[in-house]
């Protein structure tokens, strides 16, 4: 009996658009795709269509895009499959090719990814590991990520919800949401009108909330590592309630005095143990950091939704002319 593993997308996520079509893409000699390229896939997508992105030990490089899209990779740290390859690319330009033909709408998720940046509104950006986001037009949601920045750009109704982070810079708007995140590093920077709820904010000292006032800061839990130079919540300048301030460690990993980067957090567990004080005390009675609220961190690999093949075995190594071949396919789906 011959058995073979391996990682291929099988079914289609939901229809963005009627009769919108599905594009595979893979540069990898261990499993096909129509295209070896993103942009070749781009170029040929029609305004609505899906591109999946096979996993490769090869990086896909800088892409545009042009037109609303939605863009599907194996994940950023897999460790579902056989290879457990990731869908990485360098950098995504969000642009218009003319007044008719734009971005705006576009989906990305399941990639390790340098930058986004560019032109478009009503993005979502969801199951990635990021090393920096500028915001480019209004109506984003930013969810399940891993990401070093978000430059919010002034921009309106944003919202950055469950995801591990360093941190948010240049947003001026009361339309903009931070909420249910684990930040570390900078933090805020020139944040200004925000809503900021149910995150866990990780060595909060005094220089982490440069040029950021008038926001509203709700039940957020400020694990401080430096007693002499910590921010008492809500900082100076902002107002809101139920935030507190803790020296204990609030995570199942123990964090405590640990600098740690985006790509290390991935290995960590975020869940809150039940003596932490942000267990169950968001606002809406669900555990603060990623696992509470609207968008509960789902995994840590960035993998989607989207079932695949984990397993192919034939099931009669030999077979007569005319004969049938038998095989059985085993498919997982994750969270």
Known sequence: MKKILFSLFVSASAAVTLNAKVLTVSNHAITAGKYTTIQEAIDAAAIGDTIYVHGSTTGYGNIKINKRLVLIGAGHNNKETQHNLNSSLSSIELAATNSSILSSGTIIKGFSISGISGTASNVIIERNNISSITVGGNNWIIKNNFINSISVQNNSNIIISNNVLN??????????????????????????????????????????????????????????????????????????????????????????????????????????????????????????????????????????????????????????????LNVELKAKSIK
């Open 167 to 324: 941190s948010v810079y240049y947003s001026d708007k009361p339309s903009v949401v931070i909420t249910n995140n684990v930040l570390f590093g900078v933090v805020f920077y020139s944040v200004s009108y925000a809503t900021i709820t149910n995150n866990v904010i990780i060595e909060t000292r005094k220089d982490n909330f440069s040029y950021s006032s008038q926001s509203t800061f709700n039940k957020n839990i400020a694990v401080y590592f430096d007693e002499v130079n910590f921010v008492t919540f809500p900082p100076a300048g902002n107002t809101g309630i139920g935030n507190k301030n803790t020296v204990d460690n609030q995570f199942v990993s123990d964090i405590t005095g640990k600098s740690i980067s985006v790509d290390q957090a991935r290995n960590y567990d975020w869940h809150l143990l039940p003596t932490s004080l942000g267990y169950k005390y968001g606002t809406d009675g669900t555990d603060c950091g990623i696992y509470g609220g609207s968008y509960p961190m789902p995994n840590m690999s960035g993998v989607t939704q989207l079932p695949q093949i984990i397993s192919m075995d034939i099931q009669n190594s030999v077979i007569p002319v005319g004969g049938t």
